[in-house]
């Protein structure tokens, strides 16, 4: 177990041709890797995405073993990092898909998942007419370098529960795919969000999104006294931090936050 561990962010603007998302990927994580980074996080939607929902989204939803999870899979052992991406994912019902983001661990494949709960059915917008939400299921998280880490979507950062959930079941860093599309305030909304939710559960957040001009882009990671430790404005680009459990463990004595609350959150 080692104390730091290397997290990177990469923000770009994924299309529908799911090749050349992949090719970017792979571009991008080796880059994160020559900078040091064992764990990269990459967008929502990352193997396919056009700006409007539409039936092409359904011939474009892979399996969670089609060849775009087997290509993270390989370029994880290949780079020796763990890759964190948003799929579109194959539904049960064949007039929806699923909102996905897959973690694949080095030579052992998928090591978690979480498919979306909350849909962006707001700011004039309606996910829920393509995509099924997922189930409130008990969280799946991964572990790299002593570190836990918990995984969420885009919208869900509204819902504070969903992230207290994350750390009550022993997140220690959270990861945030999105396509956090642009919109009045939303730039304002995405960075206060994020922020709140690191403080408020004194955790490290990695939130990557698209980069414009569809997304807000800023992809950042915050530790959990608020401070950006590292962002991405509005380029594609990858950008890396390194985490460290003493520092984590300092902040929580310094604000038992956790330890002091009086309430618990339960589903609907």
């Not at 041709?17 to 040091?36: H, P």
Request: negative net charge; hydrophobic residues 50%; proline residues 5%.
């Amino acid at each position: 177990m080692t104390d730091q561990i290397a997290v990177a962010v990469a923000q770009f603007a994924p299309g529908a041709d799911t090749a050349a998302n992949l090719a970017e990927i792979e571009r991008m994580t080796r880059l994160a890797a020559s900078r040091g980074a064992t764990l990269v996080v990459f967008p929502e939607y990352s193997s396919y995405f056009t700006p409007t929902m539409g039936p092409d989204w359904l011939a474009a939803a892979e399996t969670l073993d089609g060849p775009f999870v087997r290509a993270l899979a390989a370029l994880a052992s290949d780079t020796g990092c763990h890759i964190v991406a948003g799929l579109v994912e194959r539904a049960e019902r064949v007039d929806r898909v699923r909102n996905t983001v897959v973690a694949l661990a080095p030579g052992t494949g998928l090591a978690a998942l979480y498919r979306k709960m909350h849909l962006y059915d707001a700011f004039g917008m309606r996910e829920s007419d393509w995509v099924e939400a997922g189930e409130i299921a008990e969280p799946q998280l991964f572990e790299l370098g002593g570190v836990r880490v918990g995984l969420q979507t885009c919208y869900d950062i509204r819902f504070p529960e969903v992230t207290r959930r994350l750390v009550d079941a022993g997140a220690e860093l959270v990861l945030v795919p999105a396509e956090w599309v642009r919109g009045p305030l939303k730039e304002a909304h995405w960075r206060t969000l994020c922020t709140a939710r690191a403080l408020e559960n004194t955790v490290y957040l990695a939130a990557a999104d698209h980069a414009p001009p569809v997304g807000v882009g800023n992809s950042f990671i915050i530790d959990p006294m608020g401070v950006e430790l590292a962002t991405i404005g509005e380029s594609t680009d990858v950008a890396v931090a390194w985490i460290s459990r003493e520092r984590l463990a300092a902040v929580r004595q310094l604000n038992p936050a956790l330890a002091l609350r009086r309430f618990t959150v339960s589903a609907k």
